[in-house]
């Protein structure tokens, strides 16, 4: 027994005596080289330990692999930029990002000259221009006004009441714009707007594309209001293309890097839910849509949500299936798997959104089924989704953090450092203008459902993995004026992801009498202000990394926090 101790205990007293024979710098550059959980599992070792991986310059580069060098490096006044301004240190500042615990909402309503209240628009933030177009109305009723605002203004102005103040939104005046709809799709691609589909208020289903891009000339667009640069100039256009998707309102979709569009789904012009996926190639000359087919896709749905989430790949989640039940699966398409694209699904199957799902699923956090939902990307490559209604069009005012760093074994899969790096200059090449990028977290996941027990089938795609740990979802609380219960309502990221404009959308009004459910059309402006903008309290120069890697918590266990990758 003694022969065996010793032999056991040998090797790892060995390997602890050269780790710690390395001078500090060495174990510097070392850390500078890890994930965040494995920095945390490190500094838990010993009091050496940890003071080396407090260090500001670990927690630095950390910061600039995980939301890229132009959110860190910038200094365009976001609220990343005022946060590491008035925190002792980068570790600080990816607490606050990691944990949102400060997460808060603020209601903004600004001016007399405001958009008519409206659900199913779209609002895009470009060329640090938020644009708002369409959307319908009381009554049935399609819009086809087009309104634009300062997003610097709105993050720096106070919230106000109606009639205070000066006027944020202005419309812009065209005789050439898309006409009027709802249920449509918009993507912002670098200093345009891309439209496509929707219904009028005639049911008919569109499947026409355009474009609402920034000229910068004293010619062109007029613009109503103030707050606008005389230089400043906005205008429509209808793009041509081949091969257009089939009509379709109620659709999802999503830029992509490299001039493209991904739509998937929605409601045809004979009121049948659709599965299909579509591409459009905007380098393409001239721009083509193409049907992506895969062996496993989805299956049909409208009022989903489709967002790209890093390289070539978007997550899809939620919707209204053609039975009319409300979904809450969630499904990865990977445009750049060889042979060809693939659909996989993110599981698990029991527990979403249910306790005692039985089948070891039943601590799982997971969204209840909905469908008119947000899914907005943010800093750190995650996904908030807020709001929605259920299968009886309850509206929901939840919100709720999809982190990818939950899938597989491996958290990012096999791209690793290189394919972020990779990812956040494709977006700054291709994607989004000046300081409206959002940093890419994830480079190949289904390298990580590979791992994690999915498969790779040679066919394309399938159940595509469990992820490792239990927090792939997680339900935010967040103080301020929360808005009311909505669906339909639109929304963007602002700040680089540091926060979430939401606008309109369908609430629940006072019930008529002969009404078994009351429905109104919301025209309120909310700002769900993720990392602190403003009175920043202090904190200790120093934290106790025992609970900061229990708040983190990046997918850990509860019985072992340092296992950042256990099997589920």
Known sequence: MQTMETNMGGPHDNYVGKIMSLAPDHLLIILQLLPAPSVLSFSMTCRHFQALAENDAVWYR????????????????????????????????????????????RRVSLGDVLPRSRASSIICLVS?????????????????????MDAGQLLLTPTLHHGQGSNLWSRICEDRSPPGRFGHMGTAMGKMLLLFGGFNDTGMRLSDTWICELRSSSAGVGVEGEGNSAEESWSWRQVDVRAAPPARGAHAGSFVPGGKVVIFGGINDTGVRLCDTWLLDLEHNPPCWQEIRTVVRPPSRSGHTLSWVGGGQLVLFGGRSARFEVLNDLWLLDLEELPGPVWRELWPVRGRGERGGGGGDEDIEWPSPRAGHSATPVLGGRLVVIGGEDKNMRRKSDTWILDPRAWGESGYGGGGREGKEKDNKASAAGVVGNNDKLPPRCSTASSCMRGAGGGSNAGGGGRG??????????RLKIRGDVPRRRSFHSACALEGGCSIVVFGGMVDGELSPQATRG????????????VPKLQIDKMPSTIALENA?????????TRDKLELHRED
């Not at 221009?129 to 319908?136: D, M, P, Y």
Request: contains cysteine.
């Open 62 to 105: 950390l910061c600039k692999l995980d939301w890229g060098a132009e959110a860190v490096d910038g200094d365009d006044g976001s609220g990343l930029a005022l946060l590491r301004r008035r925190r002792q240190g980068w570790m600080h500042v990816y607490r606050e990002v990691a944990t949102l615990r400060s997460a808060t909402w």
């Open 549 to 557: 890697s229990e708040e983190i918590d990046f997918s850990l266990g």
């Open 465 to 474: 993995g469990r992820f490792s740990g239990r927090k792939l979802w997680r």
């Open 519 to 530: 429905l109104e059309f919301n025209g309120d402006m909310f700002v769900l202000q993720l």
């Open 128 to 148: 640090k221009r938020l644009i708002l177009f369409g959307g319908g109305s009381s009554g049935g009723r399609h819009l086809d006004d087009t309104w634009i």
